[in-house]
């Protein structure tokens, strides 16, 4: 370890008590939108909670938020604080890229997390959220590998046939390397299909959220993403993950 | 003396903490107390300030227990080369727009955002040299200097 960012990092998470990155096998499966609204979710429940949009190549989690983080201004204090939206801190790439495409190598992937992490003070925190790329890439693998102890994984899954195999194969890798996971949530889901699966995995089965037809109308304005059942679904997950059932 | 390989940071505060660390790290490795002189590159990409990094290294040292002589800053000009058509050229943050400086101040990757190659338009180059800070050398000193 020749990094002198990675001696800093574990410092400026160490007022964090939970780290949830939320991870999928495929893409598309609502990682953004629920990963945002667990944040939100959290937050309503009276947690102090953060959110942190990891996908370097298509940050997104602005857009459920409704805002544009490039302009609002930085503030520095020993390096940087996150930003307060909606009561969250909160802490995309878009600060620094605004919407120009940002195609990044592993390496510069490497280095783009690292430089982040190493100088946002994210203060005290009940719970942390992380918004990641599908798969497994160079910023899962940065998480697992430097922040490894402090993670409980939430894997997000579609009921497809397709997505068993990929669902168990993230699992595999996780349960191998001795990483903790939160549990399953299944999405775009009206009845709950995969507890079968989260039960043969040995995972938490989190939740069914149903699908609902008009959610891209809502995007971006927390009021009307209020009135929909994802919410309502996504508090129960959130009770659940926070132990209060 | 030995020679170390650090790759790129953070910047001021931040920055001036994980190379307290670092040296922190290496003394003890070493076994040894002091540092004679530290030789410190910053990569001209990442803007650093550097009178505060100065400042907040000296800062951060004075509250450990280990001692650093010479503290040498040298300036490294930014070589940008592109992976698809082999073109070099060369950037001064200096000329850019502050916002966009800025923003590759805290995150150099920023620079994917804001650069193509100039010969054929890909984004897909490499940072050759100048990036951000790393350590070039470490001479120890004396235990009881
Ligand atoms: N429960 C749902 N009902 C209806 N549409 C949904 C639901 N969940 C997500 N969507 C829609 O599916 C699309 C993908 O969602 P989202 O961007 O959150 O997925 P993702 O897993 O983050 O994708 P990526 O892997 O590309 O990052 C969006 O258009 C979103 O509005
Ligand atoms: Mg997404
Ligand atoms: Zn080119």
């Not at chain 1, 990891?54 to 989690?61: C, E, Q, V």
């Not at chain 1, 801190?89 to 992937?109: C, D």
């Not at chain 1, 709950?192 to 959610?215: F, S, T």
Request: some cysteine; overall charge negative.
């Amino acid at each position: 370890m020749s990094d002198p960012r990675l001696l800093v990092i574990p410092k400026r998470l160490a007022g964090v008590k939970k780290i949830y990155p939320i991870m999928s096998s495929k893409g598309g499966v609502g990682k953004t939108i629920i990963s945002t609204l667990l944040a939100l979710t959290s937050s309503s429940l009276g947690c102090k909670t953060g959110l942190l949009d990891l996908d370097f190549t298509n940050p997104s989690t602005h857009i459920v938020l409704g805002v544009n983080p490039w302009e609002q201004e930085i503030i520095e204090e020993k390096g940087i604080i996150p930003q307060l939206v909606h009561g969250i801190k909160y802490l995309s790439i878009t600060i620094f890229t605004r919407e120009n495409p940002t195609p990044m190598r592993g390496e510069a992937v490497v280095n783009a997390f690292r430089e982040l992490l190493a100088i946002t003070q994210w203060g005290e925190l009940d719970s942390l959220f992380i918004d990641t790329p599908p798969g497994i890439s160079d910023e899962h693998l940065e998480l697992l590998t430097y922040l490894g102890d402090k993670l409980e994984v939430v894997i997000v899954a579609t009921p497809s046939p397709l997505a068993i195999k990929s669902v168990e194969r993230l699992a595999e890798i996780l349960l191998e390397g001795n990483y903790k996971i939160a549990g399953l949530v299944e999405n775009m889901s009206d009845k709950p299909k995969l507890q079968k699966l989260a039960e043969n995995l040995r995972i938490d089965y989190l939740g069914n959220i149903p699908y609902v037809k008009d959610i891209d109308e809502k995007i971006g304005n927390i009021e009307l993403l209020r009135k929909t059942p994802i919410w309502e679904k996504v508090l129960e997950i959130v009770n659940r993950l926070l132990g209060n059932k | 003396m030995f020679l170390i390989g650090v790759d790129e940071m953070v910047h001021e505060w931040a920055l001036a903490e994980s190379i307290a660390d670092y040296i922190e790290r290496e003394l003890s490795k070493k076994g040894k107390k002091n540092i004679a002189k530290i030789v410190i590159k910053l990569g001209i990409l990442q803007s650093i300030d550097k009178e505060i990094l100065d400042f907040a290294l000296k800062e951060i040292i004075k509250s450990r227990d280990y001692r650093v002589g010479e503290i040498v800053y040298e300036d490294e000009e930014v070589i940008l080369k592109c992976r698809r058509c082999g073109y070099e050229w060369r950037i001064n943050p200096s000329q850019l727009d502050e916002a966009i400086r800025e923003a590759i101040h805290f995150v150099p990757e920023a620079v994917y955002s804001y650069f193509k190659c100039p010969r054929c338009g890909s984004r897909d180059f490499e940072i050759v040299r100048g990036r951000g800070v790393s350590i070039k050398e470490i001479i120890l000193g004396d235990n009881n200097e």
